[in-house]
């Protein structure tokens, strides 16, 4: 794949998602899982896309179940678990891999930008510039007091 926007993925219930339609703007993608422990962070991700989408940031969670079968759910489930719990607006596409022979195009493209081999686990970031350069990858440990402002450089 030659461009971030050329890139497509599914969200659920089949929809396609074209990665074209956010030109111009400052993404951040997440591997999302419903019971980890880093969970909570669905509440930290869903205020800086609260905060900062009127100034350009798209968000998108893409739920996996390859770290210790943390995302057992179904597409739906894990929507209705997100929206319930954390009041998730941000789209949540349906569940992939981001590790292995079977990785989605997204994950692909986006650790072969940043030469990170594999994902370490659920809630590890990356981020893409308005111009659709891979810029950023945070790992699940990484605080908000390093990620929010890192995010409003790239605004």
């Not at 968000?59 to 597409?75: C, H, R, Y």
């Not at 789209?91 to 079977?102: A, C, L, Q, R, T």
Request: hydrophobic letters at 30%; proline letters at 4%; glycine letters at 6%.
């Amino acid at each position: 794949m030659s461009s971030f926007y050329a890139l497509t993925t599914t969200l659920r219930k089949g929809k396609a998602l074209s990665f074209d339609q956010f030109k111009g703007k400052t993404i951040l993608i997440v591997n999302v899982a419903s019971k980890c422990g880093k969970t909570p962070q669905y509440k930290v991700l869903q205020e800086l896309y609260t905060k900062y989408h009127d100034q350009g940031l798209e968000l998108i969670g893409f739920p996996s179940n390859q770290f210790k079968e943390q995302e057992p759910g179904t597409d739906d489930e894990i929507a209705q678990f997100c929206e319930l719990n954390y009041g998730v607006s941000f789209p949540i596409v349906s569940k992939s891999n981001v590790n292995g022979p079977e990785t989605n195009d997204v994950y692909k493209y986006l650790k072969e930008k940043k030469a990170v081999e594999n994902i370490s686990w659920n809630f590890d970031k990356f981020l893409v510039d308005k111009e659709g350069n891979v810029v950023e990858y945070f790992d699940r440990s990484t605080t908000t007091d390093v990620l929010e402002p890192t995010i409003r450089k790239y605004l």
